[in-house]
């Protein structure tokens, strides 16, 4: 992995922004006389008030037990003892990066805890289509420099990647015909495809769903797989007849915006790729895992050879994409301890439980009624790191904006770790 020490240099900082799964790397940051962190240009307004969140000044904020703030060796000692007590642990949140992902796998072998993260319900949907039947996938660079057909279901990914179609170059000369299709959109999508028609080259449609999505995708399948459907509204004629004549049509989707047994929408739509393969170039981008998710899980799956909602037990290796989901264990109290983990935003709490609860995160989340928290450091701010980026096939290094004084994730895990043994 690339060397990311910290920058300590004030002024412009080399940057890559974590904050959303697109990991942008073509802003600066200053940092301004009162330690304000601003980007060097426009940027995007989740990057802007992400980084409001934070100030480049040491930080000051304290470990606490049971409310009361404490040395960090106090903490570590609490949260070791926490997890001694417990007979099935949970780790959830899961938000971090490439080295705290690590630790966090040693630590869950060790005391045999089940591993979901935030949005793991979300996450299940793709990779529970991928292990039924597999998948295509692409790169965010294959998309902007071949794609001619991007066709986003369920609406366009602008929320949680909002320099999406920037990054996939809409508008730029390397593919001089483009057309964006929104299937299932809402009012603010069409907002979003009127400034998309603007740019060189970008034709845009919006076609809105016959029936519900599992119905639309089916019928959207059959069309482009040349099965004889009756009454097909044209609109998805048209839509099928075109992604047959793309050179390259990509479909992307938002695993968050997928309704439940969300996982049969991705199959169908792989299907549909599929089918495009056979005589002409196809690809899906399913975008998800933001906030580190999709990070732990790559980790997991490259330790253990399992991804998450996996536990390293008695039983030895186990996964169960449905029975390890942290809510449903939380709600049939299948598990007696909770260690949540959330280092990039402090918006992403743990649930309310009345279990024993250790929180290692952002320092705002010192707010949370835990019986242990240690705040830690944010990778990309206040100290350097790793992620693996939407398309999964790219890890890219972190650079920190300042050194926060707080320990890594990876560091605390480890004193407990050493606690516990
Ligand atoms: S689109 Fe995402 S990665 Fe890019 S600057 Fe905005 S928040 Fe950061």
């Known amino acids: 992995m690339t060397d990311t020490s910290v920058n300590p240099r004030a002024g412009a900082t080399r940057w890559t922004c974590p904050f959303c799964l697109l990991l942008c790397d073509t802003s600066t940051v200053q940092v301004d006389a009162s330690g304000r ?19 480049a000044r040491p930080s000051t904020a304290s470990a606490r037990v049971d409310g009361r703030d404490c040395s960090l060796d106090d903490a570590v000692s609490a949260a070791a003892r926490l997890l ?4 099935q642990p949970l780790f959830g949140g899961l938000g971090t990066d490439v080295s705290g992902a690590r630790a966090l796998y040693r630590l869950a072998c060790r005391t045999g805890a089940i591993c979901d993260a935030a949005a793991g319900a979300a996450q299940m949907t793709t990779l529970r289509a991928t292990q039924d039947r597999g998948s295509f996938f692409t790169t965010l660079a294959e998309v902007r420099t071949r794609a001619d057909l991007l066709l986003c279901v369920g609406g366009t990914p602008v929320d949680q990647a909002p320099e999406f179609f920037e990054r996939c170059g809409v508008g730029e000369s390397l593919v001089a015909q483009r057309q964006v299709v929104v299937l299932g959109g809402t009012p603010a999508d069409d907002a979003v495809l009127v400034g998309l028609r603007r740019r060189p080259g970008v034709t845009v449609e919006s076609i809105p769903l016959h029936g519900d999505l599992f119905g639309t995708v089916a019928l959207l399948s059959a069309l482009v797989a040349g099965r004889a459907v009756r009454e097909a509204p044209a609109a998805l004629q048209s839509l099928a007849t075109r992604l047959q004549q793309a050179r390259y049509a990509v479909i ?13 929408v991705v199959e169908g739509l792989n299907r549909l790729v599929g089918s495009l393969n056979q005589t002409t170039r196809a690809a899906a981008l399913w975008l998800g895992g933001g906030n580190g998710a999709g990070t732990v899980n790559q980790v997991f799956t490259w330790l253990s050879g399992l991804p998450l909602r996996s536990r390293a037990g008695p039983r030895g290796l186990e996964h169960e994409p449905l029975c390890f989901d942290a809510q449903r264990l939380l709600h049939e109290q299948a598990v007696d301890s909770l260690l949540w983990v959330s280092s990039f935003d402090p918006d992403v709490a743990p649930p309310a439980t009345s279990l024993p609860t250790v929180v290692l995160g952002h320092p705002d989340l010192a707010r949370s009624p835990a019986s242990v928290f240690i705040p830690v450091s944010t990778p990309g701010i206040g100290s350097p790191g790793h992620l693996f980026r939407a398309d ?3 890890m890219l290094p972190l650079f920190a904006v300042h050194d926060d004084g707080l320990p890594t994730l990876a560091g605390v895990l480890d004193r407990i770790a050493g606690a516990l043994a």
């Open 37 to 55: 962190l601003t980007l060097s240009d426009s940027g995007c307004a989740c990057a802007r008030r992400a980084l409001a969140r934070f100030v």
């Open 84 to 87: 001694a007590a417990s007979r």
């Open 252 to 264: 992307v989707g938002e695993t968050r915006r997928l309704p439940p047994q969300g996982a049969l």
């Open 392 to 394: 999964g096939s790219v």
